[in-house]
């Protein structure tokens, strides 16, 4: 009896961008600035050294199969799992449990959702069903998952996709609204949140933001071979002009390990609660004696409305622990957190709670814990929300909040360096004649 043959591997050899000298010109008021400038930030930017990386040499090995011996694509529908998707093709359930075995350790198959693609290898077997000789797909723009047949049983590897990073200087005024303005300068949303987020401690985005106030930012892309945006990066620098007054805020992680944005004389611009707890909606009705618009006559409304629609994530104003996630009467659907000894905040009218969120779970500030609705005593989709000081509601646009961490000692020195050098790319890679660098295959 012959000795069993080992299958047959080969070496992909994933592209390798290079950087012409020639450039394009674009009219609009924001760059990319591509894989040239991006390796020069390597050495000074932290934050953009993970996605040059090259990947593990085992990890970018494939079964030599040519992408003729696919079979089928089949795309995964709400309710459907990996398992009865293979089964639906008349795979056995011994193959299937094997199959999804495999990819223990590598990939869960509880996180795949509709939508998902999966490419299956089959031939026909004995009977009505099919064997299953491989599947593969893309659960997220940062790898590959493939399971192969390899005589003996099912093998599976997460293959590393490798995504190549940009810099983007943007620079623009306000006109119409933040988000309008920004998207038509192309921001990914999650960097413009991200902004959003950042700044939300200090500034009141209903009613702060005028026509003629400025945006600056500067945050990292990352793209496919192609130049396609993959996925947004991280918000390194962003700055808000408000009244001819300037705001900049940089992205730096101390000893701690906890990243977070910081003013230029090292102070963080976190606090202990978020004055606006969601993103990208407006104030419907502030704080203050009002006509209820249900009850009809005056009473006094001890919170802020937002209007938004139904399914906006709600975000943990601060750190704290969940007293209540449940029904409150006209609250509807209320979730209300302890913060520490002396404040609370309370959210109102929710659609359904966020993950986990029940009394007793612990959250971080930003976690989402709910989405808008329209639950209890409501004409329509918003956030109430409150802040409870000492036991009593609190005006929440008028409240002072301590001040963030200021950084000392090395912390501070590590920061000032940082500070420097995103300065200096800020200040080299300013918007005025908005150069693009080409990338050529």
């Known amino acids: 009896m012959t000795e069993k043959q080992p299958p047959r591997y080969r070496a992909i050899r994933l592209w390798q961008p290079k950087i012409s000298n020639g450039s394009t010109v674009r009219s609009a008021p924001v760059r990319r600035i591509g894989t040239l400038l991006a390796a020069l930030a390597l050495a000074t930017v932290p934050a953009l050294s993970h996605a040059m990386e090259e990947p593990a040499p085992d990890a970018a090995t494939l079964t030599e199969i040519t992408d003729d011996d696919w079979s089928t694509t089949a795309v995964l529908e709400s309710g459907d799992t990996l398992a009865g998707l293979l089964a639906s093709f008349g795979v056995s359930h011994r193959e299937v449990h094997a199959a999804v075995e495999a990819m223990d350790g590598i990939f869960s198959p509880r ?73 038509a300068l192309e921001i990914p949303p999650a960097t413009l949140a991200a902004m959003i987020r950042a700044f939300s401690f200090d500034v009141d985005f209903q009613r702060e933001l005028q026509p003629g106030d400025r945006f600056a930012l500067l945050y990292e892309t990352l793209h496919e071979h192609d130049g396609q945006l993959a996925k947004p990066g991280d918000l390194l620098y962003a700055e808000l002009i408000l009244s001819g007054k300037p705001i900049g805020i940089y992205r730096f992680t101390p000893e701690s390990g906890f990243t977070d944005y910081f003013t230029a004389d090292g102070r963080s611009v976190r606090k202990s609660l978020l004055r606006t707890p969601i993103d990208g909606a407006r104030i419907s009705s502030g704080y203050g004696m009002r006509r209820h618009p249900i009850l009809g006559y005056s009473k006094m409304h001890r919170g802020v409305d937002f209007a938004a629609p139904t399914g906006t994530p709600i975000y943990a104003a601060g750190n704290g622990v969940v007293e209540k996630a449940r029904r409150n009467g006209g609250y509807g659907k209320y979730v209300r957190i302890r913060h520490n000894g002396t404040y609370k905040t309370a959210y109102a009218h929710l659609s359904r709670y966020g993950r986990g969120i029940k009394a007793g779970a612990r959250v971080k500030q930003g976690q989402v814990i709910g989405y808008v609705g329209s639950t209890g005593r409501s004409t329509g989709p918003h956030l109430h929300y409150e802040v409870i000081s000492n036991g009593k509601q609190v005006n929440p646009r008028s409240i002072k909040l301590p001040a963030g961490e200021r950084l000392k000692g090395a912390d501070l020195k590590a920061f000032q360096e940082a500070r420097e050098r995103i300065d200096a790319l800020r200040e080299r890679h300013r918007p005025q004649s908005t150069i693009v660098a080409v990338r050529q295959r």
């Open 111 to 183: 996180r795949l959702r509709a939508g998902q693609e999966i490419s299956l290898m089959l031939e026909p077997a004995d009977g009505d069903g099919q064997r299953l000789l491989g599947l593969k797909m893309r659960p997220n723009v940062e790898q590959d998952v493939e399971v192969r047949f390899d005589g003996d049983g099912y093998v599976a590897q997460a293959i590393p996709r490798q995504l190549f990073p940009s810099l983007n200087a943007v620079d623009g005024e306000i006109n119409r609204s933040l988000f309008a303005d920004a998207s």
